[in-house]
């Protein structure tokens, strides 16, 4: 049972390049979210798929794009990379999007801009 | 808006001690609140939830009661074991949220055998 899971698991950019980081779960969840971790703020939201078809912005979502391909597959854009763009990125779902509902969580990404 | 405070780290102790770490929210009605633990190079992953004023959620040793009037979930375990050194954070979600969690800043924990 993988669960979600997302590639890379590492990546290194120049800052103006763009790539993007692909999240994809088996657990026939309806909501998926991408998150941002930084050290000492937690993790911040950066946009969330509700449902297959929907897409919303979160707290923090300037200079990414996302796209909901379906129901299993989530992925996060970034056009123009920028240094403050390092971080790790964490690919989320849960099951009915309530707010009493388990989220389960990739591995990560770590990407480094230079 | 939803906020998650959680007490500064790191937090270090020996094998055995009691474990208490502060959690703190503010939220617009009556949110879920969970614990989530992110151990050395993994995602986060659920260790107990609470969904209701005075629910007591608990696993693997560890419990928080969610306090309304204080609106706390404190993390406690009574033992803890060098196993337990992770990341351990606050969070919170709410009916109208979609699922979406608030978390707090994160606190490490480091057991000594």
């Known amino acids: 049972n993988a669960g979600v899971t997302q590639t890379p698991k590492f990546q290194v950019l120049k800052t103006g390049q763009s790539m993007t980081l692909q999240c994809a779960q088996d657990?026939?969840?309806?909501?998926m979210y991408w998150y941002r971790q930084d050290p000492g703020m937690g993790l911040r939201l950066i946009y969330y798929?509700?449902?297959?078809?929907?897409?919303d912005k979160g707290e923090v979502p300037n200079g990414y794009n996302v796209s909901r391909l379906n129901k299993r597959e989530f992925s996060l854009r970034l056009e123009s990379a920028a240094p403050s763009q390092t971080s790790v990125y964490f690919c989320a779902s849960s099951s009915e999007g309530q707010g009493n509902t388990e989220a389960f969580f990739g591995q990560g990404t770590r990407l480094t801009v230079v | 808006g939803n906020s998650v405070t959680q007490m500064e780290g790191p937090v270090t102790l020996s094998e055995e001690a009691f474990l208490t770490i502060n959690c703190t929210y503010t939220?617009?009605?009556?949110?879920?609140l969970f614990w989530y633990v992110q151990y050395p190079g993994e995602g986060l992953q659920l260790l107990l939830k609470?969904?209701?004023?005075?629910d007591k959620g608990s696993n693997k040793g560890f419990e928080a009661t969610y306090r309304k009037e204080t609106t706390s979930f404190h993390l406690e375990k009574g033992s803890v074991q060098v196993s337990d050194s992770a990341v351990y954070f606050c969070a919170l979600s709410d009916l109208t949220s979609y699922g979406k969690l608030t978390f707090g800043q994160g606190t490490i924990l480091t057991v000594h055998p």
């Open positions: 609470a969904t209701k004023a005075d």
């Open positions: 798929s509700a449902s297959e078809g929907t897409t």
């Open positions: 939220a617009t009605g009556y949110p879920s």
């Open positions: 657990m026939n969840h309806n909501s």
